[in-house]
């Protein structure tokens, strides 16, 4: 017989009903069937499918059909066509069934498996759940198993303590009665349900009499549990599924305070040595607590300063005195991010830490000789972390628990850390070549950080933005008189009407911005001032300028650089609209004593027959340039040039990770030169520039400049060496 609106029971049919995409529920009548099965569907052979059974015996049923059976069937390599037909093989004789194909939902079938397998349904139901997590189930299907474990959970206990640790689990603290002690799978039910692994113990409460114990335990879901979020937990116990709901007055625990609950309760803990192990641990995770100070042994740690780079990670100085060898490791631990620094920091000489220490009985055994005890070391982070987040080092002791640095990294840009660090080191030494190679390198190839960008705007005169041709002005913040730039501009006739956007840092146009004003409405200059944020070079404001015109063709000059006669604009757009408004032009720099700056970018060729790039005539007098015709050179200079704007977007600008501008206008220039955009120098044409420094300490420019070389070498050595020279002179 086959029932109207349930489990068919005549031995011949099967309902199937979808559980997801991927998967499909058969429930029928036959004899003993094995745990899986081989089914072909349609009696096809390709569409075999291999199933897990779940089956019960029916008492007081035909031989031939003495077994009640779930079969679960991978539906992802079968065709949509319709399913007539499941033909079982196992063991015995096969057996074939008619699919019908009335539509059921799942809960109806399973209501009529229930009905039909009475005591036995707590078992089926239970295999049927351990059946669909097998695996990894996705969000639909997870859904589903939620669903089904709820119809079969009995309420056992409850969470009365919970909170998240940095790390990513979550702490739980209840009672119950049959609960699991060790590693077990549960559900976890928040917004949604979310697999994980529950390490548990119990442990003696005195108000629960001896039908329930306290319980314990650390849950790490397969995804980021919500504590506040958290429901129940669903957890298989001896005979059944269980569920314990958290207490709707609940205690929530801060990460930093869950380690002391933790501890609380350890020394009631009843776990094998392992799971106790791991609670302990937990017990003495990081709670903002300095505890390297309170260890027992000769290790402390001291640091000078940590800065969090944006969009790169953290550089952190320090020293860490360890006589006895006692630390194993260093980490730097954010949230959940974890980075080994022991293993590739920058070791310094501290002598002034050796006799810090000189007195200290505990460290009486140190060789006073040995002063290797700072540490210098840039840690990667794949996210910028906010500014509320525990940020500390962990030292993993021998034989101990670790112990913790707690850190409060200040924000920088790497400029303003390099500036920090550099001038405090002598370029001469191992120490700063390792310094270059293994942290600040590094620091800046991992750099994405925010572009600068305009947050005020003032227009003077008949300022039109969507001009032919605009001159760009870009202004650093060591530029002392801005004046003398617009000066120039507003005398030379070939700059005079032309469009001007003066862009720089807010925090020296605050100071000069009323002076820049008042000139410019002077001198009668249509002129856009661009205050922006995030520039540090003049190559930062150029790019700020050229986001501020629509103009097809922008000249770009540093507001280092001062014509040396009228007509130089002229002169060098003449050349450009003579190359098709398709290249960057550009000058001769000379420095103030007519000994030559710039004079073109060329490739040259070293012993070895490799290619690298080289500055000709750089500090030999401008006479020597006498007979130089205009020339197409390897890379321009955009200190002071002319190009179209739409190769300048097009390139994305100038690239993040250079600490001076002279690399950051050589990157974009060869950038331009792949993109189909060639540079060339008129040496007729020519200007003067000075060059600039953020510092006056004798390391900085030695080291930034190396700095600098080595992170444009990662990006291009390779391609120059692949570069055809440019080195012909072109009318």
Not at 267 to 293: C, N, Q, W, Y
Not at 698 to 720: G, K
């Amino acid at each position: 017989m086959t029932e109207q609106h349930g489990m068919p029971l005549d031995g011949r049919t099967v309902v199937a009903a979808l559980v997801d995409e991927g998967l499909a529920l058969m429930v029928g009548v036959g004899s003993a069937l094995p745990a899986t099965i081989d089914i072909y569907l349609n009696s096809q052979s390709d569409a075999k499918v291999q199933a897990s059974i779940i089956s019960w015996r029916r008492h007081d049923a035909e031989p031939d059909n003495a077994y009640g059976f779930v079969a679960l069937l991978p539906m992802k390599d079968v065709s949509a066509r319709r399913l007539k037909t499941a033909l079982f093989r196992g063991a015995g004789k096969p057996r074939e069934y008619r699919i019908d194909n009335r539509q059921q939902r799942i809960e109806a079938v399973l209501s009529s498996v229930a009905d039909q397998s009475g005591p036995a349904f707590a078992t089926v139901i239970d295999g049927l759940i351990e059946a669909l997590l097998a695996g990894d189930p996705d969000k639909k299907r997870l859904s589903k198993v939620a669903a089904l474990v709820q119809s079969a959970a009995r309420s056992n206990g409850f969470i009365e303590v919970l909170g998240g640790l940095e790390e990513g689990d979550v702490y739980i603290q209840g009672w119950s009665s049959g609960f699991p002690t060790g590693r077990t799978r549960v559900i976890a039910m928040a917004d949604s349900p979310i697999l994980a692994e529950l390490t548990s113990a119990d442990f003696q409460r005195d108000d629960l009499g001896d039908e329930a114990s306290g319980v314990t335990g650390l849950m790490l879901g397969d995804k980021p549990i919500n504590p506040k979020k958290l429901k129940r937990v669903y957890f298989r116990g001896r005979d059944t599924w269980y569920s314990i709901e958290v207490y709707q007055h609940r205690v929530l625990v801060a990460p930093p305070y869950v380690p002391a609950h933790i501890r609380s309760v350890l020394d009631r803990v009843r776990a094998p040595e392992k799971i106790l192990h791991t609670l302990k641990m937990a017990a003495h995770r990081f709670d903002g607590r300095d505890t390297v100070s309170e260890l027992d042994r000769p290790v402390r740690i001291g640091i000078d300063f940590s800065l969090l780079i944006e969009g790169s990670g953290v550089l952190i100085s320090g020293w860490m005195l360890d006589p006895d060898r006692a630390v194993k490791d260093v980490s730097l631990r954010v949230g959940g991010e974890v980075v080994r620094i022991d293993d590739h920091w920058t070791r310094q000489s501290r002598a002034d830490v050796t006799d810090a220490f000189a007195n200290d009985p505990m460290f009486s055994g140190m060789n006073p000789a040995r002063n290797n005890h700072g540490f210098l070391v840039f840690c990667p982070l794949d996210v910028t972390p906010p500014s509320d987040q525990a940020t500390y080092l962990e030292l993993g002791i021998s034989d101990a628990f670790p112990a913790y640095c707690p850190l409060n990294p200040t924000r920088a840009s790497a400029r303003q850390a390099l500036s920090r660090v550099l001038p405090s080191l002598d370029p001469r030494s191992v120490t700063a070549s390792n310094s270059i190679e293994r942290q600040f390198g590094p620091m800046l190839q991992a750099m994405t950080a925010q572009r600068p960008y305009a947050v005020d705007i003032h227009d003077i005169g008949d300022f039109d933005e969507d001009a032919p041709v605009t001159l760009v002005v870009g202004v650093d913040d060591t530029i002392n008189d801005i004046g003398v730039t617009i000066a120039l501009l507003g005398l030379d006739s070939a700059t005079r009407h032309l469009p001007i956007v003066i862009a720089g840092p807010v925090e020296s146009f605050d100071q000069v911005g009323s002076e820049i004003l008042r000139l410019a409405a002077f001198y009668k200059l249509n002129t856009r001032i661009v205050f922006a944020e995030g520039v540090e070079d003049y190559c930062d404001a150029l790019e700020v300028g050229v986001d501020a015109t629509n103009s097809e063709t922008v000249g770009l000059v540093s507001a280092h650089i001062l014509p040396r006669d009228d007509g130089w604009f002229d002169q060098l757009h003449a050349a450009y609209i003579k190359r098709g408004n398709k290249v960057l032009v550009s000058p001769t720099i000379l420095f103030e004593d007519d000994s030559v700056r710039w004079a073109g970018t060329w490739i040259n060729s070293n012993a070895n027959g490799g290619q690298y790039l080289s500055d000709r005539y750089v500090g030999y007098p401008c006479a020597v340039l006498a007979d130089a015709q205009p020339s197409e050179v390897s890379a321009g200079t955009l200190e002071c040039c002319i190009l179209p704007r739409k190769a300048f977007k097009d390139s994305d600008g100038f690239t993040r990770g250079y600490i001076g501008p002279a690399e950051k206008s050589l990157d974009l220039a060869l950038k331009l030169r792949m993109a189909g955009t060639p540079s060339y120098w008129i040496p007729d044409v020519e200007v003067l520039g000075s060059e600039q420094s953020i510092s006056k300490a004798p390391a900085w420019e030695e080291l930034s400049n190396r700095l600098d070389r080595w992170a444009f070498d990662r990006r291009w050595s390779l391609v120059v060496s692949n570069l055809r020279s440019h080195n012909n002179a072109v009318d």
